[in-house]
């Protein structure tokens, strides 16, 4: 079966490319989404709540730039966009947001 990250991304995948999925297959996408909408909001709070208080009190800003920036390295994002980054409180919000947009687009 694999892990929600892999099930979620080949059913997407497969539903952007023949648009549609079959029954079951909507029920075991919107499965993967619900589950990776609970692992990232432990996630994310786990980082804003402990870690990043945490890194923001024992890290230099140099550490805290080499961090944001291997972040960013793994993400595909440059530098501009590092730049752009709102504080993890938006963040949050905006990760949380997604799964509601990825509800009104259920396919058919």
Known sequence: ??????RGDRLGQQWLLEGRLAADQVHAFQ????KLDSMYRTHIE?????????AARVLS????????QEMAKR???NSFAL???QPPGAVTEAV?????????RRPT
């Open 1 to 6: 079966m694999g892990s929600p990250v892999t």
């Open 31 to 34: 499965s993967a989404v619900g």
């Open 46 to 54: 786990f980082e804003d709540r402990v870690l990043f208080p945490l």
């Open 61 to 68: 800003s140099e550490q805290r730039a080499e961090v944001a």
């Open 75 to 77: 993400r595909n994002l």
């Open 83 to 85: 730049r752009k980054l």
């Open 96 to 104: 949380h947001a997604a799964p509601r947009k990825i509800e009104n």
